[in-house]
């Protein structure tokens, strides 16, 4: 867990260390958070999570956990939490002119 950026453990340990089944949506993705989007798109480099559209007319993305985040289960102590923590979503970023893919 130690190779994962602190900002992939943040994600882990406030969304997936008590449910690991949690699914995470957002409707729309241009306002998650900078130091969030990192997190997640690191979540999905290690194998942890993957990420899909809801579907082809929605810009609705959806990360879902990975049998390895499953198995794994790893868990972020209270104190990194507190230390580290960070917005889930900046309102103030710009709708973008091209979808996100």
């Known amino acids: 867990m130690s190779d994962l950026s602190v900002e992939a453990q943040v994600v882990i340990g406030g969304f997936f260390s008590i449910l690991i089944t949690t699914e ?7 306002v998650i958070h900078p130091k969030m989007r990192k997190g997640l798109d690191d979540l999905v480099d290690a194998g942890y999570l993957t990420v899909e559209k809801f579907n082809k007319h929605s810009g609705t993305m959806i990360w879902r956990p990975t049998e390895k985040l499953k198995s794994e289960n790893p868990k972020v102590s209270r104190a990194f939490m507190e230390q580290h923590s960070f917005p889930v979503m900046d309102e103030t970023q710009p709708k973008p002119k091209k979808a996100l893919k």
């Not at 995470?24 to 993705?29: A, D, G």
């Open 24 to 30: 995470l949506s957002f409707k729309r993705p241009w």
